[in-house]
């Protein structure tokens, strides 16, 4: 260990002493590091706040049936242009013949606007719920309260309104509670706030008003598409009651067994798993830009102790007649080797971290500078050190001291 040490500081004084050619040696590890600190850490970020508005929509304990399933081509949207819309007869089918499903919720959304006095606020997204809404947790009411289910089933001209929507109504001065205000045109009473969810690449997901189904028919027609979303007894019965509530849509709706089905079920994993392919592509490009990024650093590296070991030829041949073992002269110069190539690892995560967490900073792309993508960025520039650095090492080990001592 003593001699690790050594030979560590050997390394650091060589590169103090030679600052500018220690700095383009890694340069190369540099540009790789940064790469894989800035865009990993942005992309974490991105990935935290993807899965957390997701589970705000969707959900981790329920799924959601739509009109249409996920399609990836023009091709195969074709194919299901003629589905049928989600209908109060498919709620009704899912209730009667699945034992899992504890509540089964119809909604559906659009843009309306809402004014309160002097105030108005444009297409804000309304959604409109069936009485089942109070089971599902990404509902809730941090001030008041939620609509009862006798509300919504009656259709009673009340509502909850976002945190955001409700901030700009009224303000922190008036309370927004029991208050009258307008959604396109029609009055509303408020009974609840909901808790604040932040915002989502700059987009607030604080902006909406919820509504009673069939208040939202009367505004903006009854043919708007419905979608549906089932909650199980318990969240480890989710993949449960996916079967059964297709077999009694596929019943519903009589479709024979040969039959794709005229329906798409998503859950919070169906859409992260589609979030994730799609970054994918990213990180191959990463890959491809690191890979290329360490493999010329560690050229230029290598090279570079090459050069060390010609101008230290007189040095290596010193020590050796003086007993110094092969295994001490790879050492010290593999350590070099490492020392610098971690130098270099070092000063890309700082910079890559700086980079990540500026981005962040000055737009809404979230960012998160993990401990472990600092290990590998760190642990692959030491390995870089370690495979470049093993033939120049190699080399000064096969010294002979007598000829080296010869060289000027």
């Given at each position: 260990?003593n001699?690790?040490?050594?030979?560590a500081?050997?390394?650091?004084?060589?590169?103090w002493?030679?600052?500018?050619?220690s700095?383009?040696t890694?340069?190369?590890?540099?540009?790789?590091?940064?790469?894989?600190?800035?865009v990993?850490?942005?992309?974490?970020?991105?990935n935290?706040?993807?899965?957390?508005?997701?589970?705000?929509?969707?959900?981790?304990?329920s799924?959601?049936?739509q009109?249409?399933?996920?399609t990836?081509?023009?091709?195969?949207?074709?194919?299901v242009?003629?589905?049928?819309?989600?209908?109060?007869?498919?709620?009704?089918?899912?209730?009667?013949?699945?034992?899992?499903?504890?509540?089964v919720?119809?909604?559906?959304?659009s843009?309306?606007?809402?004014?309160?006095?002097?105030k108005?606020?444009d297409s804000?997204?309304?959604?409109?719920?069936?009485?089942?809404?109070?089971n599902?947790?990404?509902?809730?009411a941090?001030?008041?309260r939620?609509?009862?289910?006798?509300?919504?089933d009656?259709s009673r001209?009340?509502?909850?309104?976002g945190w955001q929507t409700?901030?700009?109504?009224?303000?922190?001065?008036?309370?927004?509670?029991?208050?009258?205000?307008?959604i396109?045109?029609h009055?509303?009473?408020?009974?609840?706030?909901?808790?604040k969810?932040g915002?989502?690449?700059?987009?607030?997901q604080d902006e909406?008003?919820?509504?009673p189904?069939?208040?939202f028919?009367m505004l903006?027609g009854s043919?708007?598409?419905?979608?549906?979303?089932?909650?199980?007894?318990?969240m480890s019965?989710v993949?449960a009651?996916i079967?059964?509530?297709t077999?009694?849509?596929?019943m519903?709706r009589?479709l024979?067994?040969?039959?794709?089905?005229?329906?798409?079920?998503f859950?919070?994993?169906?859409?992260?798993?589609?979030?994730?392919?799609?970054?994918?592509?990213?990180?191959a490009?990463l890959?491809?830009?690191?890979?290329?990024?360490?493999?010329?650093?560690?050229?230029?590296?290598?090279?570079?102790m090459?050069?060390?070991v010609?101008?230290?030829?007189r040095?290596?041949?010193?020590?050796?007649?003086?007993?110094?073992?092969?295994?001490?002269?790879?050492?010290?110069?593999?350590?070099?080797?490492?020392?610098?190539?971690v130098?270099?690892?070092?000063?890309?995560t700082?910079?890559?971290?700086?980079i990540a967490?500026?981005?962040?900073?000055?737009?809404?792309i979230?960012a998160s500078?993990?401990?472990?993508?600092?290990a590998?960025?760190i642990?692959?520039?030491?390995?870089?050190?370690l495979?470049f650095?093993?033939?120049?090492a190699?080399?000064?080990?096969?010294?002979d001291?007598?000829?080296?001592?010869?060289?000027?």
């Amino acid at each position: 260990m003593n001699k690790f040490w050594e030979s560590a500081r050997i390394a650091l004084d060589a590169i103090w002493t030679a600052k500018l050619r220690s700095f383009m040696t890694v340069l190369g590890n540099i540009v790789a590091v940064t790469s894989i600190i800035a865009v990993v850490s942005l992309i974490q970020g991105l990935n935290a706040s993807v899965k957390q508005a997701i589970l705000n929509q969707a959900g981790a304990d329920s799924f959601n049936i739509q009109q249409f399933p996920i399609t990836r081509s023009d091709e195969e949207f074709e194919k299901v242009r003629g589905n049928p819309r989600i209908t109060l007869q498919d709620a009704r089918s899912i209730r009667r013949y699945s034992d899992l499903a504890t509540a089964v919720m119809l909604d559906a959304g659009s843009a309306g606007r809402i004014v309160y006095r002097d105030k108005s606020i444009d297409s804000t997204r309304v959604q409109g719920v069936t009485g089942e809404y109070v089971n599902f947790s990404s509902f809730d009411a941090e001030r008041g309260r939620l609509m009862s289910p006798t509300e919504v089933d009656t259709s009673r001209p009340v509502c909850v309104l976002g945190w955001q929507t409700a901030d700009t109504l009224f303000g922190s001065t008036v309370d927004p509670l029991e208050k009258t205000i307008q959604i396109e045109g029609h009055h509303f009473r408020v009974v609840g706030v909901s808790a604040k969810r932040g915002a989502f690449l700059g987009q607030s997901q604080d902006e909406f008003a919820v509504i009673p189904l069939g208040q939202f028919q009367m505004l903006f027609g009854s043919r708007r598409p419905l979608s549906m979303t089932v909650k199980p007894h318990d969240m480890s019965l989710v993949a449960a009651a996916i079967d059964e509530a297709t077999l009694a849509l596929r019943m519903s709706r009589r479709l024979k067994p040969k039959q794709p089905d005229n329906f798409g079920i998503f859950t919070s994993d169906t859409i992260l798993t589609i979030y994730h392919s799609a970054t994918n592509g990213i990180f191959a490009v990463l890959v491809g830009v690191v890979g290329l990024s360490l493999v010329v650093g560690g050229i230029v590296i290598m090279n570079i102790m090459l050069m060390v070991v010609t101008e230290r030829t007189r040095e290596i041949g010193l020590r050796k007649a003086l007993g110094a073992r092969r295994s001490d002269i790879m050492s010290q110069i593999l350590t070099e080797s490492v020392v610098l190539s971690v130098f270099g690892g070092v000063v890309g995560t700082i910079i890559g971290a700086i980079i990540a967490l500026t981005i962040s900073a000055v737009t809404p792309i979230p960012a998160s500078v993990e401990p472990w993508s600092v290990a590998l960025g760190i642990g692959i520039t030491a390995a870089v050190g370690l495979f470049f650095g093993l033939y120049p090492a190699m080399r000064a080990a096969r010294l002979d001291p007598i000829e080296a001592l010869r060289r000027e």
